[in-house]
């Protein structure tokens, strides 16, 4: 990449490095290394987020007139890949890059005045309210009940899976206004804030999950829940249309700056482990193993190249975004397991990231949560619509089948 950078691009690049080692603090690297999914707390990401803002580099995807800093593609890919190699986690996308666009799109004056400077500033945390019990992939046949009660609406039900719920301030939920006709007509857009009575945030334990407190996901139940008219998000019953558009952004992102840290690290790793004797990176099969991986990081960096360079800022990417979710998922998966097999037997302490927690960590410290990550890791081809939806809709919009 270097050799192809301009003498302007290799100046915001430093520029770039320059910012990372200065503001992306101990305090947060030391975070982020542990966490099995780069999750620090929510303290430090508002304080990472609001020093992104601060540069002007909070909201790369949205157009100048609104914040955005007006990048060209090549800066783009630059700061992506630079953030990337240092491990700086990208802004919490519910508020940034999923919800802005919809408003940006749908919303209204008033709407657009209050939420886009606060998603801006990091004053409000987003959760999104999409899945429920019994409606992940078929989403279409969510229930959560939303009733006109003359001067507002009234929610009743629950989402489920929702991440880092116990942070929010505001949620964003499809609901149903309509059941009469077709069921993606019946649909709505609603934001909610979580403060109203009758929200209530239940955590949802699983198996990488040390503690309460420190989970994922969550179920968010809905009680006679009253919201104001004008939280409504385009038009009545026309929610599916917003709620497709953001999907667009949400599987629209570029994988390969993290693959390529990620078997940066399986690299060093596998030339100090060794087998029968011999460093793991000269073991036939793993080499193979390694160099497939190596290979196929390429091809998705050229992919992602290709559609990035299509872009203006502001732009979703449409379907396509499908097929880097599903290669780009299936390569973390590869890698957290390539991982997990190179520490070998130190792959078995289990040692989950727990902001403040002291307790002795077993082995070198490049095997602390390599076993983590590979169970978390299991997620990624399961959130924002599972691999098997991302090729139906290949198989649809894309072949045309
Ligand atoms: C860690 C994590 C975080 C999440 N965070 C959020 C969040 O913040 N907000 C939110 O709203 N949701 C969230 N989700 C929910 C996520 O979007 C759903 O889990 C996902 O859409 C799958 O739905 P489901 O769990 O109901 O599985 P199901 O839809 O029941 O699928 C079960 C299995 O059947 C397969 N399948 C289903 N339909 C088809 C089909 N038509 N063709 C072929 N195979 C099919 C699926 O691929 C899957 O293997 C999160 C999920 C995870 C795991």
């Known amino acids: 990449m270097d050799s192809a950078l301009d003498k302007d691009l290799l100046a ?17 690297r030391a975070a982020t290394a542990r966490s099995r999914t780069g999750f620090m707390t929510r303290e430090l990401h508002v304080r990472w987020q609001k020093r992104l803002n ?128 077709k069921r993606q007509d ?55 249309t917003c709620a497709k558009y953001l999907l667009e952004f949400e599987r629209g992102n570029p994988y390969s700056g993290g693959l390529k840290r990620s078997i940066g690290k399986i690299r060093k790793i596998a030339k100090t482990e060794t087998n029968g004797g011999e460093p793991l990176i000269a073991d036939p099969d793993f080499a193979r193993r390694l160099a ?35 290669r780009g998922t299936e390569l973390q998966q590869m890698l957290t397991q390539l991982a997990t097999d190179a520490v070998g037997y130190y792959m078995s302490p289990f040692n989950p990231y727990v902001p403040g927690r002291n307790a002795e960590i077993v082995g070198p410290d490049y095997a602390d949560g390599v076993t983590a990550k590979n169970l978390n890791s299991r997620k990624t081809s399961i959130y924002a619509g599972s691999n098997e939806i991302q090729h139906n809709i290949m198989a649809k919009a894309i072949l045309g089948l």
């Open 292 to 326: 497939q991986a190596e290979m196929e990081i390429m091809a998705q960096e050229q992919t992602e190249l290709r559609l990035f360079g299509r872009l203006k800022a502001g732009q979703n990417m449409g379907p396509e975004s499908s097929l880097l979710k599903l």
């Open 12 to 28: 915001f690049r430093d520029e770039v490095r320059s910012f990372l080692d200065k503001n992306f603090d101990a305090e947060m």
């Open 186 to 240: 019946g649909i709505s857009f609603v934001l909610v804030d979580m403060k109203t009575p009758g929200v209530v945030v239940d955590p949802i334990i699983t198996v990488d999950v040390p503690e309460r407190g420190f989970q994922e996901v969550n179920q968010v139940f809905f009680t006679d829940v009253k919201v104001p008219k004008e939280n409504l998000v385009g038009e009545l019953n026309k929610g599916w």
């Open 54 to 181: 601060e540069k002007g580099w909070m909201v790369p995807n949205w157009p100048t007139d609104q914040g955005g800093p007006g990048w060209s593609h090549a800066q783009r890919y630059i700061f992506d890949q630079e953030m990337a190699l240092a491990g700086a986690p990208h802004p919490i996308a519910f508020g940034p890059r999923m919800l802005a666009p919809v408003l940006m799109k749908f919303g209204t004056e008033q709407q657009k005045r209050y939420h886009l400077p606060a998603i801006l500033n990091s004053d409000i945390w987003w959760a999104q309210g999409y899945s429920e019990p019994g409606s992940g992939s078929d989403l279409a046949s969510l229930q959560l009940r939303c009733d006109d009660a003359g001067d507002h609406f009234l929610l009743n039900g629950s989402k489920i899976w929702t991440s880092y719920a116990q942070f929010a301030d505001w949620i964003f939920c499809l609901v149903r206004t309509d059941r009469s006709g």
